[in-house]
């Protein structure tokens, strides 16, 4: 059993001392893309290469794979590529053989490289100025709500990346927020929620909650009339409508019946089913909210002018 464990270590020696050709997959890194672009097109992380080498060589790869990969310079084979008007640009891999060779150790010849064709899809890198967006979720104690709308500082921001993700944006959101009990105004410092292949102006931006205690408010509006024509009149029954709405403490003060229109339109007479025309609320101050109005229709009189 010696004599024949020794016979087979020389005779493993002798088969790894001979020349055998084989496939491996080797790292491969691609550098010098153009700053004026980007990628949108994934590239392979390891390359199929057909190698000849030693045995004990490629035992020696097998049990300890390249710690390094090898290196790739668009530059040297691709000269136009930073065009703007150059959408992709076909590597073939046969061109870059002796670039490889040269990074691998020096008992390992590359035969042949696979995938033969790498394809680099660009896109040109632009910039757009873009509004921040809110990603909230709110609840308020009783008789507390929003008195106008979230708004963030800086209000927009430069973001660049490829152009075909850019044309089609419209925003950027703040990472999702959760705020329970909120029964006054709140200023947060948030990060933004990162898109990939995109870069921001600013990672963090301040957001502000303007939060307020709300009472209910009432009026009495006049209801007017579009769309009559000049030789008519034409009166309702009632004259006035009773609106009804939510309105900030703070704001109470600056809200009067005169900033409410709501109205009657002639044109919708000869559509009439009932003999009530029914009103409209055309126009209501920003700072109030969940309006209502009664009656929601009303009877009416048309009369020739004199």
Not at 87 to 101: D, M, N, W
Not at 261 to 276: A, C, H, Q, R, T
Request: hydrophobic share 40%; glycine share 4%.
């Amino acid at each position: 059993m010696v004599f024949v464990a020794i016979s087979a270590v020389f005779w493993l020696l002798n088969e790894l001392s001979n020349d055998y050709t084989t496939t491996i997959n080797y790292p491969v890194r691609f550098t010098n893309v153009p700053k004026n672009k980007i990628l949108v097109s994934d590239l392979p992380k390891k390359l199929t290469l057909n190698v000849k080498a030693y045995g004990y060589t490629l035992v020696r790869y097998k049990l300890s794979p390249a710690a390094f990969p090898v290196v790739i310079n668009l530059k040297e084979f691709g000269n136009n590529i930073a065009t703007p008007s150059v959408k992709q640009f076909r590597l073939q891999t046969r061109t870059i053989r002796q670039t490889i060779g040269k990074q691998m150790p020096n008992d390992i010849e590359v035969l042949d490289i696979y995938p033969d064709t790498i394809l680099f899809q660009f896109a040109n890198i632009i910039e757009k100025k873009v509004p921040i967006k809110a990603n909230v979720k709110m609840e308020f104690e009783d008789e507390c709500m929003l008195s106008g709308n979230i708004y963030f500082k800086p209000d927009s921001i430069i973001v660049k990346g490829p152009n075909t993700l850019i044309d089609t944006l419209s925003g950027i959101y703040g990472k999702f927020q959760k705020f329970d009990g909120l029964s006054k105004p709140l200023q947060r410092n948030i990060g933004l929620k990162e898109i990939h292949k995109l870069s921001f102006e600013k990672k963090r931006v301040v957001m502000y909650l303007p939060v307020s205690k709300f009472t209910q408010a009432n009026f009495e509006v006049t209801i007017q009339t579009k769309n009559l024509p000049d030789t008519l009149e034409l009166k309702t029954f009632p004259r006035l409508a009773k609106v009804t709405c939510l309105v900030a403490l703070d704001e109470y003060d600056k809200v009067d019946r005169k900033d409410f229109k709501i109205d009657v339109d002639y044109n919708d007479i000869e559509n009439l089913l009932s003999n009530k025309l029914g009103l409209n609320l055309e126009f209501a101050p920003s700072n109030v909210t969940n309006v209502t109005y009664f009656p929601e229709s009303v009877e009416f009189i048309i009369d020739k002018k004199p």
